[in-house]
C-alpha cells in the first residue's frame, strides 16, 4: 500500500509539473488582452487589426495545433516540452519591443507555435499517466494549469503596464519559461518512459479500442460545441474590458479586472467540472455548464452595479468552461489510437476556431456597435446547448 502512495505521489507531481507547463504556455493568452488596447493607441490600429492578432494567435495555436497532435502520434516527443514552454515565453517578452505591426504577428506567430507544440504533446502524456478512475480528474489538473495560466496572465499584465515602463514590461514573460524548463528535465525521464510503454502497448490495445470507437459525425458536432463554446467565451474575454470602458464608462482598471475575474471563474469552473465528470458522467456536465451560462452571461449588461456586473463575470467564467476537462477527455476516448491528435483537436483546433467567431464579432463590432456583439454573446449558449444534445456519448463516459 505504501509503495502504491509512493507511485501516486510521484505520478501527481509529474502529471502537476506538465500543468505548470501549461500554465506558462497560457500567461501570454491571458497577457494579450490587456495589451492590445495600448498596441491599438501605439500603432493606431482599428478593431478588425486587433481582431486579426487574436485571430493569429488563434490559428497558429489551433490549426497547426492537430497536425502536431498527429506528428506526436506517430512519433512521441516529450523532449521538446520544456523547450516550448521557454519558447512561447521568450515570443511573449518580445511584443512590448516590436517597432511594427507586421513584428507583432510575428511574435504572436512564434507563441501559437509553440503552444500548439506543447499541449498535445503534453495531454497525451497525462493521459498515459492516468488510469480509467482519474482521466478527467488529472485532465482537470492539466487543463486548470491553462486556464489558470490565462487569469494569471491577465493580472500579471495588468500590474506590469501600470509600473514605470508600461508595454515594455513584457520582457519579465521570460523568466517563468526558464523556471519551467528546468522543473520539466526533472521529469523527463518519466515521460520519456510512459510514451515508450504507450507505443508498446497500443498494438493489444487496438481490439478493445475498436469498440468504443465513434463515427467521424459525433466528433464533428462534439468539435463544433467547443468552437461555439470558445467563441462565447474568447468573445467574453476581447470584448468585455473595451464595452464597460466605452459603454459604461467605467475606469480601465475595473475593466481590466473583470477579464481577470471571468478567468478566474474558468479556473474554478474547470476543476470542479471535471473533479464532477468522473462521478456524474459526460452528458450531465456539458449541457448542465452551458444551460446554467445562459442567465449569468444575461446578467453581464443588464447589472445595475459594479459588483453585480463582476459576480456575474465570475459566474459566466465559471460555469461557460466547465466542460473544458470532459471534452478532451471524450474526445480521446472517441480517438483511442490518436489520443495527441484528439488533444490538438479540442484544445487547440476548435478552441482557436473561436478565433474565428471573434474575428465575425469585431466586423460586427465595427459596423453595427459592440452593445450588439453582447447582445450576440449572450444568445450564443443557447445555440451550444441544441448542439450539446446531440452529442454522443461512449459507455465508458456514461454513469
Not at 263 to 284: E, I
Request: proline share 4%; aromatic share 10%.
Amino acid at each position: 500500500a505504501l509503495k502504491g502512495h509512493v507511485m501516486q505521489k510521484k505520478n501527481f507531481l509529474t502529471i502537476l509539473a506538465l500543468a505548470v507547463g501549461h500554465l506558462v504556455t497560457d500567461l501570454q493568452a491571458g497577457a494579450l488582452p490587456i495589451v492590445l488596447p495600448h498596441l491599438k493607441e501605439l500603432f493606431t490600429l482599428s478593431y478588425s487589426q486587433l481582431a486579426a492578432i487574436v485571430l493569429t494567435q488563434n490559428i497558429t495555436s489551433s490549426v497547426s495545433q492537430p497536425v502536431f497532435g498527429y506528428i506526436t502520434d506517430k512519433r512521441s516527443m516529450p523532449v521538446l516540452l520544456p523547450f516550448c514552454a521557454a519558447m512561447a515565453g521568450a515570443g511573449f517578452a518580445a511584443i512590448g519591443w516590436v517597432s511594427s505591426y507586421s513584428l507583432i504577428l510575428l511574435t504572436v506567430i512564434i507563441i501559437g507555435i509553440a503552444s500548439a507544440t506543447y499541449q498535445p504533446q503534453a495531454a497525451k502524456t497525462v493521459n498515459f499517466l492516468s488510469d480509467e478512475n482519474s482521466k478527467a480528474k488529472n485532465m482537470g489538473i492539466f487543463s486548470l494549469g491553462g486556464n489558470a495560466g490565462m487569469a494569471v496572465g491577465s493580472i500579471l499584465m495588468t500590474f506590469l503596464i501600470g509600473l514605470q515602463d508600461g508595454i515594455h514590461n513584457t520582457m519579465y514573460f521570460i523568466l517563468p519559461g526558464l523556471l519551467v524548463f528546468g522543473l520539466m528535465m526533472k521529469y523527463m525521464p518519466d515521460y520519456k518512459r510512459v510514451n515508450a510503454e504507450h507505443s508498446l502497448k497500443k498494438a493489444a490495445v487496438q481490439i478493445k479500442a475498436a469498440s468504443e470507437k465513434l463515427s467521424y459525425t459525433g466528433m464533428f458536432i462534439l468539435l463544433f460545441f467547443i468552437f461555439m463554446r470558445s467563441t462565447i467565451h474568447t468573445g467574453l474575454s476581447t470584448y468585455l474590458p473595451l464595452f464597460f470602458m466605452k459603454f459604461r464608462g467605467s475606469e480601465a482598471i475595473f475593466a481590466s479586472a473583470l477579464v481577470s475575474a471571468f478567468l478566474l471563474g474558468g479556473v474554478a469552473g474547470t476543476y470542479t467540472g471535471a473533479v464532477l465528470s468522473d462521478r456524474l458522467g459526460a452528458r450531465r456536465i456539458i449541457l448542465g455548464s452551458i444551460i446554467l451560462s445562459i442567465p449569468t452571461i444575461w446578467l453581464i449588461s443588464h447589472a445595475g452595479t459594479e459588483i453585480g456586473a463582476m459576480l456575474a463575470v465570475v459566474a459566466s467564467g465559471f460555469f461557460i468552461i466547465g466542460s473544458f476537462a470532459t471534452t478532451i477527455v471524450l474526445a480521446q476516448t472517441m480517438l483511442p489510437d490518436n489520443v495527441g491528435m484528439a488533444a490538438g483537436l479540442t484544445i487547440g483546433f476548435s478552441v482557436g476556431m473561436g478565433g474565428f467567431g471573434v474575428t465575425i464579432l469585431g466586423f460586427i463590432a465595427d459596423n453595427f456597435g459592440l452593445p450588439l456583439v453582447m447582445q450576440i454573446v449572450t444568445w450564443l449558449p443557447v445555440a451550444a446547448a441544441i448542439i450539446a444534445l446531440k452529442i454522443p456519448i461512449p459507455a465508458s463516459l456514461r454513469k
